[in-house]
């Protein structure tokens, strides 16, 4: 069974920075595409960015391109976010996800993803 652990959230000013990580337990790790989704109050889950296996495709929402980072070390089962300039409106709670189906492109939505972490409060203040 796979499990998921984030960490790295946190409250930080507009203009800073955070970087989330998520560890995977188990040892096929880098089968998985991963991806990582966002939830604000009454707001419904959104998707951030996502990974590839091998880690050579990447795929962000609109609202992120530019200021966030996506990237994986298979060696260590860890999948990391790199936020930067962050906004107001980037405050949530964070989730990672994996997928445990093979893709050229990481997918957008969350229902296709099998496996999600509890996730870690980001709070960006004004």
């Known amino acids: 069974q796979v499990q998921l652990v984030e960490s790295g959230g946190g409250l930080v000013q507009a203009g800073g920075s955070l970087r989330l990580s998520c560890a995977a337990s188990?040892?096929?790790?880098?089968?998985?595409?991963m991806g990582w989704f966002r939830q604000a109050p009454g707001k419904e889950r959104e998707f951030v960015a996502g990974?590839?296996?091998?880690?050579?495709?990447?795929a962000y929402a609109d609202s992120v391109k530019g200021r966030f980072t996506i990237s994986r070390d298979n060696a260590k089962n860890t999948v990391y976010l790199q936020m930067n300039s962050l906004k107001p409106e980037d405050t949530a709670v964070y989730h990672c996800?994996?997928?445990?189906?093979?893709?050229?492109?990481?997918?957008?939505?969350?229902?296709?993803?099998?496996?999600w972490g509890q996730g870690t409060q980001v709070t960006v203040s004004s």
């Open positions: 996800a994996a997928d445990f189906n093979f893709w050229y492109r990481p997918p957008t939505t969350s229902n296709e993803y099998h496996r």
């Open positions: 188990g040892r096929t790790f880098s089968s998985y595409t």
């Open positions: 990974i590839t296996q091998s880690g050579g495709v990447t």
